[in-house]
């Protein structure tokens, strides 16, 4: 990218990028993304939180809904309550799963209000990430399934786990290729396949640097989610399953940002956006 300069102050200097959110429209770096991250959480966190809390009660509703329907149509008390156990338990791995694609969604859909500096809704947040779910989720499925698939049929062809440790690089490796691969899809629009080939061409030159941020953040995210829960009891639990979604996604979203800028000069699509 060729840099521009600007006569200040007696002579020529480097021309600043505007910034009208969260992050300054040009190549970001680390103290970039963390600092936008916070500023993000500061300015739309309230209403990030409240989005995906609308979104996990109507799925929680649903959940125990189906979990009651199926005891009420059991044969016995007896059998009702193992019915209830056998539905509560895929139910609940579902919600869980629906909580991680929608505070992605809602990242993705946040990203150019929180780079422009434009306002939000809690209500316009979820309509608009509820409609990128599907795709999201298959980015999320589809990446889980590229990293963690040999291994899983390694274990069910009955090979023991030292056999495994060969393939540990291999979906490490394609677990940060195919990172921000969720991102891109609820961004973009982009179906599974295509987010998983978006996300390895903005990665590609650029592995360790992904890793880097994705790293830390999830295993903040692991060791937050052993730690609410233990101080806080269950406000921890309940602030653990807001907040703790939502926090990874940050930063991914801002370095998705910040190679589509360094790869395909975004940052002067989006300051032509933001000029009044």
Partial sequence: MERQWTHRGGGWLPLQRPRPGVVPLRPLGPGDILGGAVAALSRYGGRLCAALFLGQLAAALLVTAAAGAATVVSLSPRSGSRVFVWVLFPAAALFLVFTCALATALIAVLLRP???GRAVTAPGLLRAALARIPR????Q??????AAGPAAAALAAGLPPTVLLPLAPVALWLGVLFSLAPTAAGYEGLDPVGALRRSA?????AWWRTFAWTAPAVAL??????ALPAWLGLPGVLAALVLLPVFPQLPAGLLYVDRRIRREHLAEALTSEAAP
């Fill in 114 to 116: 929180a780079v422009l």
């Fill in 136 to 139: 999201v989720l298959g980015a």
């Fill in 141 to 146: 499925l589809l990446a889980l399934a590229a």
């Fill in 201 to 205: 061409r903005l990665v590609r030159g």
């Fill in 221 to 226: 995210t692991v060791t937050a989610g052993y």
